[in-house]
């Protein structure tokens, strides 16, 4: 159904004072909005038919998953890839996955043992009788065993590596004795009640740092590593726990126990140390160490991994200008061979054949005349020879490896393309099909696919890539205005969080777009996935990163006005969270002129005043000169805000433990100085995430967008539906 196109003619005429452009403003209704939120997320997932999620092998090699139906139960399957059957499990309500950072118990590997932490020491429980054993006794406050925090996220988490039989413990024991403090204060009609943790931040003398060690379970002895306290850091994430597992990444033990491999990372993540422990002893041994000019990593999801039986690791760097994996001697560090080939980063690795000597990993960018974002899944011999593409089709492939690597089950498409989900061989035949994602409803209510787009970058020459949502009722005689929806990383981009794959919805951007509007993601440079050099692009000192791919958004937008003469690009808004809400304000300060409104959500807007993990691993460390000036203060949003001309909404919660709301006041702050108009809300409560106030946040948005973009009369009274709804929407059926 088309949006109804409504013009309050007459009413306007009989209001004194308004002018004739205000006579000929559209004046949107309730049920324009309705229509719009037809494609948010929980009310248009139950138009696609046979979506596949959840997908888990079992022990026996069957493959459990979840399979949508037209009630908008997830219909749990299982999949026997040897006997080539399907059976069906019976329905079941999804739950809504636990938010990282919630209070978890850590299980062994066969669920017999629940580590956690009490009292800032580590314990464990029996499952099956509730027994307690605490394992250390010295744990004290700030320098407690296994805590889990990063500043930006914390919780009553044990961070721990359990060993394969579930005998020891690799763990650390946290010093935040000397780190600085985070204060925030909840909006109450009482005495609140003051939220006080340990969060370190840029450029701070002292920050968090770990002592790792081995407890035996069952004796309970610690051994403590010989090594100097290492940085609180990961060489996969901005955490030393990265999958929302609590696990600690940078650790793994050898099958009998007897040694640790692990992976030290440098405060400025520029020097990573592959080392091997000896787990009776405590003593380290420095096998391998990697330099990099300005920051390791984060193309891969998986950096490294041990072959103990044959005794070599795996290594990815990108010393050739691409994430490529090698293959080094575990006991001497040197270097045996090249394992990856040709342009294209490595990404995931899948599965090592140790037997065979054969490795399966996921990798974009490598198949000539491919979309460079799309994964494929490859095999290739240890010796770097006969790499060979196992997913021939042209789309983005979401792979999942049997534990013994003979099937794999793989679900492909992309953003036009619905899914189609198979079972494979380790020789990339198709064994089973598992169900192919039906769209026939949503396509019958109107819904469209985004429409994928390339452009220059600012250099005028690299290529960039995106989508763009248009209204369902599109029409190419119009000219419409722009939303530009941003998030510039570098650890990742507004695309690539969304997906390349097929999504019935990428966050509001259809139902905004259905409002009259353009709506883009484009991947700017600077951004991972691609080459070395395309990731330096603005993220090797703090001056570039401070231009948040802006220049790259103004680029692209100008070049797809040039395609699509229905974009009005001298009508351009912007709008992002976290990092897309400090790339909103830049871009409103520093291209004042192009960006007309900007709806700018919880933004790091001084990295000088968020964690220090996140942008001294991009920016390089603070370093301040003789004459008190600091690299930092380029990017730093509100030492521009004197150049602010259009519309600027600024939105932060006020318990946000993960960008402190200080970032936004000290925008608030320069804006009053320079005596600039700007509106704001304060979500009083609210973390990084809004929660109960998601629904009035996006429409406000669509209103702000409406009202001074579009340059007309948003509804009265319009209630989208409740959190509470919306949840129950994405995970339970309908009655």
């Known amino acids: 159904m088309r949006l109804q196109q409504v013009f309050a003619l007459t009413a306007a005429a009989l209001v004194p004072g308004l002018s004739p452009f205000a006579a000929a403003q559209r004046v949107y209704t309730a049920q324009d909005y309705t229509q719009a939120e037809r494609w948010m997320n929980y009310n248009a997932n139950r138009l696609a038919l046979h979506t596949v999620d959840d997908v888990t092998y079992l022990p026996d090699g069957r493959i459990s998953f979840t399979e949508s139906s037209a009630s908008g139960a997830a219909t749990a399957m299982i999949a026997d890839p040897a006997k080539r059957s399907m059976t069906e499990e019976g329905s079941s309500e999804k739950e809504p996955r636990a938010r990282r950072g919630a209070t978890v118990d850590t299980l062994?590997?066969?669920?017999?043992?629940?580590?956690?932490?009490?009292?800032?020491?580590?314990?464990?429980?029996?499952?099956?009788?509730?027994?307690?054993?605490?394992?250390?006794?010295?744990?004290?406050?700030?320098?407690?065993?296994?805590?889990?925090?990063?500043?930006?996220?914390?919780?009553?988490?044990?961070?721990?590596?359990w060993s394969a039989d579930g005998k020891k413990i690799a763990t650390f024991q946290q010093d935040q004795r000397k780190t600085g403090m985070m204060y925030l204060v909840p909006t109450t009609n009482r005495h609140p009640q003051l939220e006080a943790w340990r969060y370190p931040l840029v450029g701070d003398k002292d920050v968090t740092m770990i002592e790792p060690v081995v407890i035996d379970v069952a004796t309970g002895t610690v051994v403590r590593l010989k090594t100097a306290p290492l940085e609180h850091r990961s060489m996969e994430c901005d955490d030393v726990s990265c999958d929302g597992d609590s696990r600690w990444n940078d650790v793994e033990f050898s099958p009998d126990d007897s040694q640790l491999a692990l992976v030290k990372t440098s405060r400025d993540h520029k020097d990573e140390t592959v080392c091997l422990a000896d787990v009776a002893t405590g003593a380290v041994r420095e096998l391998y160490n990697e330099h990099v000019d300005t920051y390791y990593g984060w193309q891969a999801k998986t950096d490294w991994k041990v072959l103990w039986a044959s005794k070599e690791f795996l290594w990815v760097s990108e010393r050739s200008n691409w994430a490529q994996?090698?293959?080094?001697?575990?006991?001497?560090?040197?270097?045996?061979?090249?394992?990856?080939?040709?342009?294209?980063?490595?990404?995931?690795?899948?599965?090592?054949?140790?037997?065979?000597?054969?490795?399966?990993?996921?990798?974009?960018?490598?198949?000539?005349?491919?979309?460079?974002?799309?994964?494929?899944?490859?095999?290739?011999?240890?010796?770097?020879?006969?790499?060979?593409?196992?997913?021939?089709?042209?789309?983005?492939?979401?792979i999942t490896a049997a534990p013994d690597g003979k099937t794999f089950v793989d679900v492909y498409s992309t953003v036009e393309t619905p899914q189609t989900a198979v079972v494979r061989d380790d020789n990339g035949k198709v064994l089973m099909p598992l169900a192919r994602q039906d769209i026939a409803p949503l396509l019958a209510a109107g819904w469209r696919p985004p429409l994928p787009i390339t452009v220059k970058a600012r250099d005028g020459k690299t290529l960039l890539y995106g989508y763009m949502e248009r209204p369902t009722n599109f029409d190419a005689t119009r000219k419409y205005p722009v939303v530009d929806e941003v998030y510039p990383g570098p650890q990742d981009a507004v695309c690539s969080l969304m997906g390349w794959g097929f999504h019935i919805a990428h966050g509001d951007s259809q139902s905004l777009a259905d409002l009259g509007f353009v709506v883009l993601c484009i991947d700017g440079m600077g951004n991972p996935h691609r080459s070395k050099a395309f990731h330096n692009a603005h993220a090797s000192t703090p001056a570039e990163m401070g231009d948040d791919t802006i220049p790259d958004q103004v680029s692209g937008i100008k070049d797809l006005a040039a395609q699509y003469p229905w974009i009005d690009a001298s009508r351009v808004g912007i709008w992002g969270h976290s990092g897309g809400g400090n790339a909103t304000v830049s871009a409103m300060f520093h291209f004042p002129d192009f960006f007309k409104v900007g709806w700018a959500e919880s933004g790091n807007h001084d990295n000088r005043d968020y964690e220090d993990d996140w942008d001294e691993r991009w920016a390089g460390l603070e370093v301040l000169g003789p004459n008190g000036a600091d690299n930092y203060a380029s990017q730093a949003n509100q030492d521009y805000a004197k150049n602010l001309k259009g519309h600027l909404m600024l939105v932060h919660g006020t318990m946000d433990d993960n960008v402190p709301q200080s970032n936004t006041l000290l925008v608030v702050d320069a804006l009053i100085k320079a005596n600039k108009n700007f509106d704001m809300i304060m979500i009083p409560n609210a973390h990084h995430g809004y929660g109960a106030a998601t629904p009035y946040i996006m429409r406000r948005r669509w209103d702000y967008f409406v009202k001074y973009l579009a340059g007309s009369v948003p509804p009265e009274g319009f209630q989208p539906v409740s959190y509470q709804e919306m949840i129950r929407k994405l995970y339970g059926p309908e009655d």
């Open 108 to 161: 062994s590997p066969d669920g017999t043992v629940a580590a956690f932490v009490r009292g800032n020491n580590l314990w464990v429980r029996t499952v099956a009788t509730g027994a307690e054993k605490q394992l250390t006794f010295d744990g004290v406050p700030d320098f407690g065993y296994a805590t889990d925090n990063a500043g930006w996220q914390h919780s009553n988490a044990a961070i721990v590596t």
């Open 325 to 398: 994996l090698y293959l080094y001697d575990l006991t001497t560090g040197a270097l045996k061979n090249q394992v990856t080939q040709g342009d294209g980063p490595f990404f995931d690795l899948k599965y090592v054949d140790e037997k065979s000597r054969v490795v399966y990993f996921t990798a974009t960018g490598k198949t000539p005349g491919v979309h460079p974002y799309y994964a494929q899944l490859f095999r290739v011999g240890l010796d770097g020879t006969n790499q060979t593409l196992l997913t021939p089709e042209a789309m983005d492939h979401d």
